[in-house]
């Protein structure tokens, strides 16, 4: 019996079997994971206090680093708890144009991170984004510095990044105050297919007043299809206040101007977690508004998901 040919058959039925029940039992405990961890965080920076092995940006020393560290796993500490497993990392101006720490901690983390760059705004920045994509880089910060409304925007460089963006799906990302947002609905003119991100609310009540007119030229970049908002960064923003509610007037405006499918939550942290605010209050404002189900995944999984994740 112990030679007879079909024991081996039957023993590689069984391993096969085995090896099925062993992938079936790891899908499971990945779907649990993720029904545990549904959300999506659109906008995080980190960094690591190791400036040896990854050298911040002219201009910039480790006593401006504030906090002096937060690396991912510091950064989960926050997260997990309150059932984020997806995160979009936004590179960090310590480092300006050199990535390399982003992209290391997208490597190590596979599946986690999308990730935002800073890349030089030239006429060669289209090959730049077209490396960048395939590493999951899905979108590009781009912010005026010391450049007047006007200007910031002009140049082949900015024009190629923007017609780069529309053809490889990779957003162009704003940090920007409202007196910014009439370039952008010109840009968004000119280039009708490229994917916008505006960060923040478009800063509006940075000064502890939301304008009814910084408000309205925001939401009329929905006219655009193409372009998203974060509601973020609540700690800078308003009263600056746990639980944040002064901003829920400013969220149902803009609901009703670009839909949830085009709004995303976020957290801006380490920003939101220092300073006496936390995590769990800036996810809990979205959690508990009036929403259906399904407008409130759009805002803390979905459209993120569309826009940094696909």
């Known amino acids: 019996m112990l030679n007879h040919p079909l024991n ?24 649990a994971a993720e029904n545990e961890t549904p959300y999506i965080d659109a906008h995080v920076h980190v960094w690591t206090p190791d400036t040896a092995r990854y050298p911040l940006a002219p201009g910039f020393k480790k006593s401006d680093m504030s906090p002096a560290s937060f690396t991912p796993e510091e950064l989960f500490r926050h997260a997990k708890p309150n059932g984020v497993g997806r995160i979009v990392l936004i590179q960090m101006s310590y480092y300006h144009t050199d990535n390399t720490y982003m992209l290391e901690m997208m490597k190590q983390y596979p599946g986690v991170f999308a990730g935002v760059a800073i890349i030089e705004e030239t006429k060669q920045a289209p090959f730049t984004m077209g490396k960048l994509r395939p590493l999951g880089v899905t979108g590009f910060r781009i912010q005026p510095r010391d450049r007047k409304p006007d200007q910031w925007l002009q140049g082949d460089g900015m024009q190629a990044m923007w017609a780069a963006g529309a053809k490889n799906g990779q957003a162009m990302c704003h940090l920007i105050n409202p007196e910014f947002l009439p370039s952008v609905d010109a840009m968004c003119r000119k280039h009708p297919d490229t994917p916008v991100v505006i960060d923040h609310f478009a800063r509006i009540g940075i000064d502890g007043e939301i304008r009814e007119a910084d408000l309205k030229q925001l939401c009329q970049l929905a006219e ?73 995944d759009w805002l803390l999984r979905r459209t993120a998901e569309k826009v940094f994740f696909s």
């Open 8 to 31: 081996g058959l039957r023993r590689r039925d069984w391993l096969a079997g085995a090896a099925g029940v062993t992938l079936a039992a790891a899908a499971s405990r990945t779907r």
């Open 224 to 296: 655009h299809k193409h372009t998203y908002v974060k509601i973020s960064a609540y700690y800078a923003l308003g009263k600056k206040l746990a639980p944040y509610t002064d901003l829920l007037p400013m969220i149902r405006r803009l609901l009703d101007a670009f839909g949830p499918e085009r709004l995303m939550w976020a957290s801006d942290c380490p920003f939101q977690v220092v300073d006496g605010h936390a995590y769990k209050p800036s996810i809990d404002l979205i959690k508990q508004m009036t929403l259906s189900d399904g407008d409130r």
